[in-house]
Structure formats: structure tokens, C-alpha cells
């Protein structure tokens, strides 16, 4: 009975913070080599990926590519720029979480969001969805300057929505810790 309770309230935290991804996202992205960046993604993912774990935080990552693609303010390049970030910060958590580490010093666990976006959503996005989709800003950058380059122009330019939303999640769960609103009391967690 008890791990269907943190089942539904783990899902209730998702769709929540979905909702609030894509109400939010509209006012918060800018373009970038024909895509959208979205500090409000990495934000929810430092949350989530803190709070309800990297599978959660990945599922939420996918509601709100979903929806924001569907409604127009989107772009695919959510999907690879939303995704690894929310899952590298769950990974890290659970890694402090095993090393017992202070539960209010895994917070910083929150600044793992670049690791997985810009390591492994950039590539994929640049390497893989570029050439797939099409988009054109990307494939001339990486033709005109050399794979290398046109990474590190793409990760610079993805690095600009991923840390401030990182930076920004993490003082909202340091927040949320101080008023008690953590995993621990969320989910009854040692």
C-alpha cells in the first residue's frame, strides 16, 4: 500500500511541475541556433531530479517537450536538451544519497543538470537530431567550423539556459528544505 502511495504522489509532483513547465516556459525561452532554450526545463529538472528521482524527472522532461512542441512553443531539441539533465541530477542524489552524505548537502546535486545536458543532450542534439530533422543553423556551424567547434558554440549557447536554471532550482529546493518539504518528509525516505 505504501509504495503505491509515493507512486501517486510521485506522479501528482510530475504533472504539477509539468503544468508549471509549460505555463511558465512561454515567458522564459529565447532562440539559440534554431532552438528554444528553456531555463524553466533545467529548472524543474534540478527540482525533480532531486525530489521524485531521475526516471520521474525524465517522464516530466518528456510531458513538457510533448506539450510545449504540441503547442507550438517548442522545439524536438526539448526532448535531447530536457531528458539527460533531470536524469544526471536523480543519478547524483542517489549517489550522495549512498554515501551518506547530509541530506541538505545533496541539494548540490542540483548543479549536476549541465553534466547531463550539456555532455550528453548537446551531442545528441548537434550529432544526432541535427542531421535527422534537418536544421539547417546547425548543420552549416558544424560544416563551416569543424564538429568541435560548432559543439562548443552549441554547448555555450545551451549552458546559458542549463546553469541559471540549474542555479535557480537549487535555491527553490534549498527553499523547499527549509520549510520541510523535502524527499525525505514527501516520501517518508531514511
Given amino acids: 500500500m505504501k509504495d503505491r502511495v509515493v507512486y501517486v504522489k510521485k506522479l501528482a509532483i510530475v504533472i504539477v511541475f509539468s503544468a508549471l513547465g509549460v505555463v511558465v516556459s512561454p515567458f522564459s525561452w529565447f532562440v539559440f541556433l534554431g532552438t528554444k532554450a528553456n531555463p524553466t526545463q533545467h529548472m524543474i529538472n534540478a527540482i525533480l531530479g532531486v525530489l521524485v528521482g531521475p526516471f520521474w524527472a525524465a517522464i516530466a522532461a518528456i510531458f513538457i517537450g510533448t506539450i510545449r512542441n504540441t503547442?507550438?512553443?517548442?522545439?524536438?531539441?526539448?526532448?535531447?536538451g530536457g531528458i539527460p539533465g533531470g536524469i544526471a541530477v536523480g543519478i547524483?542524489?542517489?549517489?550522495?544519497?549512498?554515501?551518506?552524505?547530509?541530506?541538505?548537502?545533496?541539494?548540490?546535486?542540483?548543479?549536476?543538470?549541465?553534466?547531463g545536458t550539456l555532455l550528453v543532450g548537446a551531442p545528441l542534439a548537434l550529432f544526432l537530431f541535427a542531421p535527422w530533422i534537418?536544421?539547417?543553423?546547425?548543420?552549416?556551424?558544424?560544416?563551416?567550423?569543424?564538429?568541435?567547434?560548432?559543439?562548443?558554440?552549441?554547448?555555450?549557447?545551451?549552458?546559458?539556459?542549463?546553469?541559471?536554471?540549474?542555479?535557480?532550482?537549487?535555491?527553490?529546493?534549498?527553499?523547499?528544505?527549509?520549510?520541510?518539504?523535502?524527499r525525505e518528509t514527501l516520501f517518508g525516505e531514511k
Wanted: hydrophobic share 55%.
Fill in 92 to 115: 547524483v542524489y542517489w549517489l550522495l544519497k549512498q554515501l551518506k552524505v547530509n541530506k541538505k548537502k545533496r541539494l548540490i546535486s542540483a548543479f549536476a543538470e549541465p553534466i
Fill in 71 to 80: 503547442l507550438g512553443i517548442g522545439t524536438f531539441y526539448a526532448f535531447p
Fill in 134 to 182: 534537418g536544421t539547417i543553423s546547425l548543420l552549416n556551424l558544424a560544416a563551416r567550423e569543424g564538429a568541435l567547434l560548432a559543439f562548443l558554440i552549441f554547448g555555450a549557447g545551451w549552458a546559458l539556459s542549463c546553469v541559471p536554471g540549474s542555479i535557480i532550482g537549487f535555491f527553490i529546493l534549498s527553499i523547499l528544505n527549509r520549510v520541510g518539504i523535502n
